[in-house]
Every structure is written in structure tokens, then in C-alpha cells.
């Protein structure tokens, strides 16, 4: 929490100058000769390009995804002079704080509970009235994670249960410059970003508490690090094109590895503070197509995208010398693959609206991705599922929601498992049913429930190595407020 006091100070004595451990538990000997990345979790982005209709996702800089009214706005809590000058100047200061207090109480690695947070604190200047850039942007925010994380040590599975696990601690999470052209149609953003706050994002799947149902699990688990994405970031720049009228073109170039290590190191570790900045690794291209629509008069967001890792993989079953990794006689170090690539759909789409009460709606929405099963522990992984909004009477602002999470081990890995006489990992499955509350305009409280089926795809039981890991039930509940 030292880092934020002091933002906070720098951000005020500003204001009158003119112009992203939270990685899974080692495989132990028993559970298999693979190594996998520490996912990187986290929440998703803005809702972008869909009808001004369309409630907004919760994101890391507005948890709430609108329902809290205005933007929260730090600058209230300064003198009115001084309040006043930041507006003038463009300055806007966000704050919100999430904890999550979530526990496994069936099967898994253990029972037990655990409370995990995260405070997010960000400043937004119009460089316009802050610089005289017209349609500039600068944007910064720095995260403080902070508790005990509860998927590593009780459950072992692979779709994290909170979205805000990660390694305790502040740290840098983006810091970024953005320009827009031709009257805001297109811009072009530069500088550290977090993808998953544009790329890949769902709007009504970011309902959840899940980690899964934000940035998805395929590129947590097949990209660097988890990818740059929550609570990571990586040099980049993005370019967003809007072509047609509901047709958007997004797409970008990042440091593939946060970190900067191996592929089965962990980022946060090597990367503490959100610094490094490297830029001495592969890169990461990433195109998305979006199209918003209406059918029937309800909005929808329909996106195809693919993206493309120029670095190194290691293979899920071959060492380099050709033989099984499990082979005595290999040496076991992978065999190395140049590049990685995979494709993806998301879907969000309005189903229902009532005739008397404009709030209340039924949305549907679907994520898929595939990858190569030579060098990725997830091939396919895929979560969807139903959002309500305005789901009680006297409640317009709630939301009821039920999401399924499929993740498929790859066959390259499953295959190494019974080199080494391991039962074979297959498919995890979880539902999640969660209610968000929105308490009052600085306050909303979400009651969760998830349940996990195969944890990790077929893992054994640490404690009791003659069973897999048994299914879980992870129940909680989440307050976020927002200053």
C-alpha cells in the first residue's frame, strides 16, 4: 500500500502546473514432468465498439461497469481550489478497491478460505487542456495486490477462482499515451499496456468473480507469463481503426514476455514491480475484427481475432533430442518450437428486453479460442453462459448471471502423462452462478458460486496420491467501492 499515498500526493501537487504469487504450485514428481506458466489474472477491460445501449463490462478502473453513475473521481476529495484546477488542467484521478473473500469448502486440495484484494488508483489527463495536444490522452495506474490467494494452495485447478489473485505487493500496471484522428474515428495508442483490457473482452462475461471469465484460459496458460494482461503489461502499441459504420478493426504489437525469463518462469516474480519494460524478447501480434449490431432491435458484439507469438515454445511431449521427455534416456529439456499462434471468437448478444421496465434484458455471450496441442497445455478452452440485468423488482441496477468454463489439456501433454504413468489430463469444467448487488452508488457486493469438475483436467491429489483431486466448491463473495 506505500506505493498508493504516494501517487496520490504526486497526482495533487500536479494539479496547479500549467500545461497488472499468484502462479500454481510446481507440478510435484507425481502430478507429471511438465512445467506450465503462472497465469495472469484478472478482470476484463471497457466494452468496446458496441451499441451506447449495452451496460458497460466491469473493468480494473470502473469495477461497478457504470452502474456507479459518474466515473468515481479521487479529485472530490481535494480542496476546491485545487479541484478546480485539476479540472481545468484535465485531470481526473480514479480509486476503487476490491476484496474478495472466497472458500473451497468440497473437495480440492484442502478446505478453507482466504481473502485476496486489490486497490487500483489511475490518472487520466486530456492532454487537449492539459498540453494543448488535441484528442491526446495520457493514461497511468498502478495496482496494490494484496491477502492470500486461494486457487494455488486449495484448489489446484486451472481456471483461477478470483480474478484478483496475484503476487501481493504495488506495482506499475500501465502507462500509455493515446492519439486519436479524424475527429476520434481512429487513434492510435502507445507505451506499457494490459491487452485484456481490449483485446478478447466479453462485456457480459465480465460479470463473473471467475479469473477465466475476464482474460481467458487458453492464453493464460500459452503465452509468456500468462501474457500481458492482468496483473502484467508489456510495451506496445495498438491501433484502432473504425472502417465502416459497427465495423471496427483493433489491432497491435507488444513485447511478448513481460518477465523477460524462460517460458515456465514465473513473470511477477521476475518482474516485481511492473519496470522491467523489456523489450529484449519476442513479439506479440494480436487483430481483432469487431462488428455491433442490432438484431431484431437488440444490440449485439460479434469478434474474430487471432493473434501470433514470434518467440520460442517448448514442446508439450518431445525433449530435443527427439525422444519422450519421460524417456530415462532423453535429457529431458523440451524440443522448441519458433512461434505460436491461435484464433478466437466472442459473441455478446441482447436476447430479451421488457416491454414495460427498459432495464430489465436477457444477454447471451460465448467466448472459444483454439491453439496447437505440440506446444500449449490448453488446445481449446471455451466459457459462455447468461447475464440478467434488472433481474428483481425494486433492483434495476443488479445483475444474475450463470457462466460455464471448459478447458481441454492438449493431447501432446495428455500424452506425456502416461509416458510417465500418470493418469492422462483431460477437461476441467466450471459453472459459476453470482448475483452483483449494487449497494448504493460507492458499493456493490456480489455473492458467488462455483464448482469445479476434474480439477486441472485429472491432477492427483497431493495429500492422498492413489485419487485425483476431487471436484471443488469454492463459494464467497466480492465488495467492490469506488471513491
Same mark, same amino acid.
Given at each position: 500500500?506505500?506505493?498508493?499515498p504516494?501517487?496520490v500526493?504526486?497526482? *495533487?501537487?500536479l494539479?496547479?502546473?500549467?500545461?497488472?504469487?499468484?502462479?500454481?504450485?510446481?507440478?510435484?514428481?507425481a502430478?507429471?514432468?511438465?512445467?506450465? &506458466?503462472?497465469?495472469?489474472?484478472?478482470?476484463?477491460?471497457?466494452?468496446?465498439?458496441?451499441?451506447? /445501449?449495452?451496460?458497460?463490462?466491469?473493468?480494473?478502473?470502473?469495477?461497478?461497469?457504470?452502474?456507479?453513475?459518474?466515473?468515481?473521481? +479521487?479529485g472530490?476529495?481535494?480542496?476546491? /481550489?485545487?479541484?478546480?484546477?485539476?479540472?481545468?488542467?484535465?485531470?481526473?484521478?480514479?480509486?476503487?478497491?476490491?476484496?474478495?473473500?472466497?472458500?473451497?469448502?468440497?473437495?480440492?486440495v484442502?478446505?478453507?478460505?482466504?481473502?485476496?484484494?486489490?486497490?487500483?488508483?489511475?490518472?487520466?489527463?486530456?492532454?487537449? /487542456?492539459?498540453?494543448?495536444l488535441?484528442?491526446?490522452? *495520457?493514461h497511468?495506474?498502478?495496482?496494490?495486490?494484496?491477502?492470500?490467494?486461494?486457487?494455488?494452495?486449495?484448489?489446484?485447478?486451472?481456471?483461477?477462482?478470483?480474478?484478483?489473485?496475484?503476487?501481493?505487493?504495488?506495482?506499475?500496471?500501465?502507462?500509455?499515451?493515446?492519439?486519436?484522428?479524424?475527429?476520434?474515428?481512429?487513434?492510435?495508442?502507445?507505451?506499457?499496456?494490459?491487452?485484456?483490457n481490449?483485446?478478447?473482452?466479453?462485456?457480459?462475461?465480465?460479470?463473473? #468473480?471467475n479469473?477465466?471469465?475476464?482474460?481467458?484460459?487458453?492464453?493464460?496458460?500459452?503465452?509468456?507469463?500468462?501474457?500481458?494482461?492482468?496483473?502484467?503489461?508489456?510495451?506496445?502499441?495498438?491501433?484502432?481503426?473504425?472502417?465502416?459504420?459497427?465495423?471496427?478493426?483493433?489491432? !497491435?504489437?507488444?513485447d511478448?514476455?513481460?518477465g523477460?525469463?524462460?517460458?515456465?518462469?514465473?513473470?511477477?516474480?521476475?518482474? &516485481?514491480?511492473?519496470?522491467?519494460?523489456?523489450?529484449?524478447?519476442?513479439?506479440?501480434?494480436?487483430?481483432?475484427?469487431?462488428?455491433?449490431?442490432?438484431?431484431?432491435?437488440?444490440? !449485439?458484439?460479434?469478434?474474430?481475432?487471432?493473434?501470433?507469438?514470434?518467440?520460442?515454445?517448448?514442446? =508439450?511431449?518431445?525433449?530435443?533430442d527427439?525422444?519422450?521427455?519421460?524417456?530415462?534416456?532423453?535429457?529431458?529439456?523440451?524440443? +522448441?518450437?519458433?512461434?505460436?499462434?491461435?484464433?478466437?471468437?466472442?459473441?455478446?448478444?441482447?436476447?430479451?428486453?421488457?416491454? #414495460?421496465?427498459?432495464?430489465?434484458?436477457?444477454?447471451?455471450?460465448?467466448?472459444?479460442?483454439?491453439?496447437?496441442?505440440?506446444?500449449?497445455?490448453?488446445? *481449446?478452452?471455451?466459457?459462455?453462459g447468461?447475464?440478467?440485468?434488472?433481474?428483481?423488482?425494486g %433492483?434495476?441496477?443488479?445483475?444474475?448471471?450463470?457462466?460455464?468454463?471448459?478447458?481441454?489439456?492438449?493431447?501432446?501433454?495428455? =500424452?506425456?502423462?502416461?509416458?510417465?504413468?500418470?493418469?492422462?489430463?483431460? *477437461? =476441467?469444467t466450471?459453472?459459476?452462478?453470482?448475483?452483483?448487488?449494487?449497494?448504493?452508488?460507492?458499493?456493490?457486493?456480489?455473492?458467488? +458460486?462455483?464448482?469445479?469438475?476434474?480439477?486441472?483436467?485429472?491432477?492427483?491429489?497431493?495429500?492422498?496420491?492413489?485419487?485425483?483431486?476431487?471436484?471443488?466448491?469454492?463459494?464467497?463473495? %466480492?465488495?467492490?467501492?469506488?471513491?
Amino acid at each position: 500500500m506505500w506505493l498508493l499515498p504516494g501517487a496520490v500526493a504526486l497526482a *495533487v501537487l500536479l494539479c496547479p502546473l500549467p500545461a497488472r504469487a499468484c502462479s500454481a504450485p510446481e507440478p510435484s514428481a507425481a502430478q507429471g514432468a511438465w512445467t506450465r &506458466p503462472c497465469p495472469a489474472g484478472g478482470l476484463e477491460g471497457p466494452c468496446s465498439g458496441l451499441p451506447r /445501449k449495452r451496460r458497460a463490462a466491469p473493468s480494473f478502473l470502473d469495477p461497478l461497469g457504470g452502474r456507479a453513475g459518474r466515473s468515481p473521481d +479521487l479529485g472530490a476529495l481535494l480542496p476546491r /481550489k485545487r479541484r478546480a484546477a485539476a479540472s481545468l488542467r484535465g485531470i481526473t484521478l480514479h480509486l476503487s478497491d476490491s476484496e474478495n473473500l472466497l472458500g473451497n469448502f468440497a473437495g480440492g486440495v484442502k478446505q478453507g478460505s482466504t481473502v485476496q484484494g486489490l486497490t487500483t488508483l489511475s490518472i487520466d489527463v486530456r492532454a487537449g /487542456k492539459a498540453f494543448g495536444l488535441p484528442g491526446g490522452a *495520457v493514461h497511468a495506474s498502478v495496482l496494490d495486490i494484496h491477502g492470500q490467494p486461494l486457487t494455488g494452495p486449495y484448489l489446484d485447478n486451472l481456471q483461477a477462482a478470483n480474478g484478483n489473485e496475484g503476487r501481493d505487493g504495488a506495482r506499475l500496471w500501465e502507462l500509455w499515451y493515446d492519439q486519436d484522428f479524424d475527429h476520434g474515428r481512429d487513434d492510435v495508442k502507445i507505451g506499457q499496456q494490459s491487452i485484456d483490457n481490449e483485446f478478447i473482452v466479453s462485456s457480459d462475461s465480465g460479470l463473473f #468473480v471467475n479469473t477465466m471469465a475476464g482474460w481467458p484460459l487458453l492464453p493464460s496458460f500459452d503465452m509468456y507469463g500468462g501474457g500481458p494482461a492482468y496483473p502484467l503489461s508489456s510495451l506496445g502499441a495498438r491501433l484502432r481503426a473504425r472502417m465502416t459504420h459497427g465495423v471496427t478493426v483493433l489491432a !497491435g504489437a507488444f513485447d511478448d514476455n513481460p518477465g523477460g525469463g524462460r517460458f515456465a518462469q514465473n513473470a511477477q516474480v521476475l518482474d &516485481p514491480n511492473g519496470t522491467n519494460f523489456n523489450l529484449n524478447t519476442g513479439t506479440l501480434y494480436i487483430g481483432e475484427l469487431q462488428y455491433a449490431t442490432a438484431v431484431a432491435g437488440l444490440p !449485439g458484439s460479434y469478434k474474430l481475432g487471432a493473434w501470433y507469438d514470434t518467440g520460442l515454445f517448448p514442446d =508439450e511431449y518431445l525433449a530435443a533430442d527427439g525422444l519422450s521427455q519421460a524417456d530415462p534416456r532423453s535429457g529431458g529439456v523440451p524440443l +522448441l518450437h519458433h512461434g505460436d499462434a491461435s484464433v478466437y471468437g466472442v459473441v455478446d448478444q441482447t436476447v430479451w428486453r421488457s416491454p #414495460v421496465r427498459a432495464a430489465r434484458a436477457l444477454n447471451v455471450f460465448g467466448r472459444i479460442m483454439g491453439a496447437p496441442d505440440d506446444r500449449n497445455l490448453i488446445d *481449446v478452452a471455451f466459457n459462455g453462459g447468461l447475464t440478467v440485468n434488472d433481474p428483481l423488482p425494486g %433492483r434495476p441496477d443488479d445483475q444474475f448471471g450463470i457462466d460455464l468454463g471448459i478447458g481441454h489439456v492438449s493431447g501432446r501433454a495428455a =500424452e506425456l502423462d502416461r509416458a510417465s504413468g500418470l493418469p492422462a489430463q483431460g *477437461v =476441467e469444467t466450471l459453472v459459476e452462478l453470482t448475483y452483483l448487488a449494487q449497494v448504493a452508488r460507492w458499493l456493490a457486493l456480489q455473492p458467488d +458460486l462455483q464448482y469445479i469438475v476434474h480439477p486441472g483436467g485429472g491432477l492427483l491429489d497431493p495429500a492422498d496420491p492413489r485419487h485425483l483431486i476431487r471436484n471443488e466448491l469454492v463459494a464467497g463473495v %466480492r465488495a467492490v467501492v469506488t471513491f
